[in-house]
């Protein structure tokens, strides 16, 4: 209420200002710096592939996703590092481990948010509910509704996370289980349609929760080449409103670098994903100042 | 709050005064091999990927030669051997459950992800041959399903690999000459038990003709699991190309 208050003042300033005339020409920098950091559908891959493999030798790992994450933080503290699900399966580690060590190294690399996958439930509800201890970082999904689950009040449909005084909003949106994934692995979730609900969060986010920043953490899917009006990240882009990034999974779609896409009302809205399996770290980095609108035409985007 | 209004027209010409142009920058970072790797995070992992690769690399079983999917027309040693592994571990389990008996097997060419080589069979050559979680359903089928199963093996021409059970013979022309289950003609009135994998019984590979059925048993038994346990049983592997799924020539 406090920041509302205060725009409206400032508001009628500025129009004093341009009555007055008033110049000053000390500067005092007010551009705040967020940097956002993303992984998804890393598949357990914690050691990188190794020279042998006919894709991707010597590539990935968490270790060294690590160390530049750790350099990334000392040059911006304002950082977020979020990812959009399937941490799960697809190494021996999760067979052996289910899980343990995929959520006990996120927490080590200081994860904030994730959402969740399909293979996420790949040993089940309980399976994800028994890993839960291991997690020092949260989980949200706005279209799942886990209130018949063992998952019920363990994952927010979004969070709001301040840094550095910016009010950064985030919901997470989950893929259609159903034909996806058996019955008796997600048992009572239930699925809502995305683009609903996310035009509803995107609401709240705004308006309720005054985020100066709203991202969407997204297992849905880039784009489907042939069913091109299947919800997806790029459909869910043109039918919302004050979103100003999507964050990715679910396709392992590799883009060299995130997509422009304009919203409802015409507005630009980053879309990016980074493939799958730890072989990239997405970077979105956002220079603006809390109160003007970072989807305007004057934000000048570098991709 | 400030309530003294020139402070406020000093803030915002303050703010005014050093406005840089709002941007948005975006970029990804290859996680390559010239990143150094966090020693806390390496140190972290060393016991779970030691223990990993120690039960990965244990010796279950040996392979007197080199078995790959791409060694037969239409049924090969390594798809044999699968299929009939299905049987011989799962029969028990669905016997236990219903009382009845799998009467075959069948699982597709393109689920072998990996030889298996010459020299010890390890843990590990499970995880190579079988890394997807596909796990055994048995499923209650009309002979006349049964039928479209075997047009669809014969139009798909491939080496999808059955248990010994079941007997084809394609004529030079790749139509379905002769099909015997367990030595008898198949009966289209009768109800034959047929164990797959979730993922073919799901559609995969287009395989339709498992709908509809008269029932579904789900084992909750991997195939993976499958081929661990029946290669901890057997001492050296031997598997054959043999008749079970044939094409007479011309």
């Known amino acids: 209420m406090k920041r509302r208050q205060f725009i409206q003042q400032t508001t009628a300033a500025t129009t004093l200002l341009g009555l007055g005339g008033l110049t000053l020409r000390s500067c005092v920098p007010k551009t705040k710096h967020i940097t956002i950091l993303h992984t998804n559908d890393v598949h357990s891959h914690i050691d990188p592939f190794g020279p042998n493999d006919k894709r991707n030798a010597n590539k990935g790992g968490v270790a060294r996703r690590a160390t530049i994450i750790e350099a990334i933080r000392k040059e911006n503290p304002n950082t977020l590092l979020l990812d959009a699900g399937d941490i799960f399966q697809g190494t021996p580690y999760f067979n052996y481990y289910g899980g343990e060590l995929e959520f006990k190294l996120m927490s080590m690399l200081k994860y904030d948010l994730a959402t969740i996958g399909n293979h996420d439930f790949d040993n089940g509800i309980d399976g994800l509910y028994a890993q839960l201890p291991n997690a020092e970082f949260e989980f949200v999904s706005a279209n799942y509704d886990f209130s018949n689950t063992v998952m019920d009040t363990h994952v927010k449909p979004y969070k709001v996370l301040v840094k550095d005084g910016v009010r950064i909003g985030i919901f997470g949106l989950g893929i259609q289980l159903e034909g996806l994934v058996d019955k008796k692995m997600y048992k009572e979730t239930v699925y809502h349609n995305p683009i609903e609900i996310a035009q509803d969060m995107s609401r709240i986010l705004k308006e309720e929760e005054s985020c100066d920043l709203v991202i969407c953490l997204s297992h849905i899917g880039y784009h489907y080449k042939n069913n091109p009006n299947r919800v997806s990240d790029l459909n869910l882009a043109k039918a919302t409103k004050d979103i100003d990034l999507i964050i990715g999974g679910h396709t392992h779609t590799f883009l060299p670098k995130p997509t422009i896409a304009k919203n409802s009302i015409g507005q630009n809205v980053l879309v990016n994903q980074v493939g799958a399996y730890g072989l990239y770290l997405g970077r979105i980095d956002f220079y603006f100042e809390p109160g003007q609108a970072l989807n305007s035409d004057s934000t000048t985007i570098i991709v | ?250």
Do not use: W
């Not at chain 2, 393109?110 to 995880?127: L, N």
């Open chain 2, 1 to 250: 709050m400030i309530k003294n209004p020139f402070l406020i027209v000093l803030l915002v010409g303050l703010i005014i005064s050093c406005k840089e142009p709002q941007r948005i920058e975006g970029s990804r970072i290859e996680i390559d091999e010239d990143i150094i790797s966090s020693l806390t995070v390496e140190d972290y992992m060393k016991p779970y990927r030691d223990h990993v690769n120690n039960s990965l690399d244990s010796v279950i079983s040996y392979a007197p030669a080199t078995y790959s999917k791409s060694d037969g027309q239409l049924n090969t040693a390594i798809g044999n051997l699968m299929a009939d592994a299905v049987y011989s571990e799962s029969n028990p389990i669905f016997n236990k459950r219903t009382g009845k008996n799998i009467d075959f097997v069948l699982l597709n060419h393109g689920g072998i992800r990996s030889i298996i080589s010459e020299g010890h069979i390890k843990m590990r050559t499970a995880y190579e041959v079988m890394p997807f979680e596909n796990s055994v359903v048995v499923v209650e089928l009309k002979g006349t399903q049964i039928s479209k199963m075997l047009s669809y093996l014969a139009r798909a021409k491939r080496a999808h690999p059955v248990s010994k059970h079941i007997q084809i013979t394609l004529d030079e022309n790749f139509e379905v000459k002769k099909a015997l289950i367990n030595n008898k003609p198949i009966s289209e009135g009768k109800t034959y038990y047929l164990a797959t994998n979730d993922y073919l019984y799901n559609g995969g590979d287009r395989m339709t003709f498992f709908h509809p059925n008269d029932s579904l048993y789900v084992l909750d038994y991997k195939i993976r699991s499958v081929l661990i346990d029946y290669f901890k049983k057997v001492d050296t592997i031997n598997p054959k190309i043999d008749n079970r799924f044939i094409k007479l020539n011309d």
